[in-house]
């Protein structure tokens, strides 16, 4: 079957077996089987004997791009793109941080959205105000690992 078996145990009802993973980013599988009293093993099925994992303890990161490049905008509304990248996660978590403002996304005004790795996403911002406004998001990938990124913009 081209699988590396490890030795038979002996596991008894209410046993727990500890394993050490090796320390590879990426996904895993371990493939599980039973041997019963009569030397009869089971085949192994994608349902019941496959325990699939991810070991990934790198942060996302956001990019950001404005509407015309500038970072400097004369309404209290600023049109974003923002772009997630993992090195693992196919969906991507973005969080507005900031109470005092909203972020509208297709008409509709959220705190979080879930985005596809690496593709550009359209966001407006609103309630800016005169002056220097720090926007945080926080983003977190399907590990789990978050980074909180911030952009400055100015409004006139």
């Known amino acids: 079957d081209g699988v590396n078996w490890s030795p038979w ?8 077996k500890y394993i050490t993973l090796p320390p590879i980013q990426g996904e895993h599988d371990i493939f599980v089987r039973y041997r019963n009293e009569f030397g009869d093993i089971t085949t192994v099925t994608q349902e019941n004997d496959i325990i699939r ?3 990934d303890d790198e942060k996302p ?6 509407q015309n490049g ?13 772009t997630a990248n993992d090195n693992l996660s196919p969906i ?18 959220t705190k979080t959205i879930d985005v596809g790795n ?5 966001v407006v911002i609103q309630g800016l ?10 983003v977190t990938d399907k590990a789990g690992n978050s980074n909180l990124k911030t952009i400055r913009l100015f409004k006139k």
Request: a negative charge; glycine letters at 2%.
């Open 129 to 138: 105000q005169n002056g220097f406004n720090v926007i945080s998001f926080k």
């Open 70 to 82: 500038t970072y400097i905008v004369k309404e209290s509304f600023a049109l974003l793109t923002l």
């Open 92 to 109: 991507v978590k973005i969080e507005l941080e900031n109470t005092e403002l909203k972020m509208i996304v297709n008409n509709v005004t």
């Open 61 to 66: 990161n956001l990019n950001f791009e404005t």
């Open 118 to 122: 690496k593709l550009k996403n359209p």
């Open 9 to 16: 145990e002996h596991l008894y009802s209410n046993d727990l």
């Open 53 to 55: 994992y991810v070991l």
